[in-house]
């Protein structure tokens, strides 16, 4: 399989705490692509990093990448109860017709 | 704002009937894409469409059919459901750029 993993599978934290999520990949990339899901509804595009980036910020998101390991993070920092959702990472393949998604981590935050 | 639209958000069909999913999306993309998603499973790609009338199979295409006749439509076809096709079917586009894809809202299928 090409997809993406993420780990861990799950993670409860308190409101206010950052929580850190993660993604390992088997192939060489153009970018990768992190998704968010709320339980029952499509997935929304959260943030892109490209293969010669390593670190990106979008508001109270931080991802980074490490081609060496085949490896991204994503960090939410000040974590509020409305990011409980579940976490996806997307590596789009070949001409960009394929997209391959991990399992996802779902993300508890307890008000 | 971008929009991919699934025509039914929940849907009930008996075993052995003949299941359409459409998808429609607004924003002249190039492809499209068919995914099922189960719990613990994550997403699988079932098809997915690069052009008009071309298609190529994704992990899982056993079971499905697809048929892309116009650019913005994206259907698929379960020609004799199975209780194991009860599922949640994510209808997703994106531009030939591969930068971001968008995702339908879903639809919940319960075979009886």
């Known amino acids: 399989s090409q997809q993406g993993e993420e780990d861990p599978q799950a993670l409860s934290i308190q409101e206010g705490e950052n929580a850190t999520m993660n993604c390992s990949y ?3 990339i153009n970018n990768l692509q992190w998704y968010r899901q709320n339980s029952g509804r499509g997935l929304v595009h959260l943030i892109l990093i490209r293969s010669n980036e390593r670190e990106k910020h979008s508001g109270r998101l931080r991802v980074t990448l490490d081609t ?3 490896s991204s993070s994503l960090l939410i920092t000040a974590s509020r109860a409305a990011d409980t959702a579940s976490y996806f990472c997307a590596t789009p393949l070949y001409n960009f017709n394929k997209f391959y998604f991990g399992s996802g981590t779902k993300l508890n935050v307890k008000p | 704002d971008v ?10 069909k008996r075993t052995g009937e003949k299941v359409f999913l459409e998808c429609v999306q607004d924003m002249d993309h190039e492809n499209m894409f068919w995914y099922r998603q189960d719990p613990g499973l994550g997403l699988r790609l079932i098809y997915f469409s690069y052009d008009v009338k071309m298609k190529e199979k994704g992990d899982i295409p056993e079971g499905y059919s697809v048929s892309r006749e116009k650019k913005e439509r994206f259907s698929l076809i379960l020609e004799s459901a199975s209780t194991n096709q009860t599922s949640m ?3 997703a ?3 030939s750029r591969g930068n971001t894809i968008y995702f339908g809202e879903g639809s919940w299928l319960t075979v009886v």
């Open chain 1, 26 to 28: 088997k192939t060489s």
């Open chain 1, 68 to 70: 060496s390991k085949k």
């Open chain 2, 3 to 12: 929009k991919v639209t699934q025509s039914s958000r929940y849907l009930v």
């Open chain 2, 89 to 91: 079917y994510l209808c």
């Open chain 2, 93 to 95: 586009s994106s531009n």
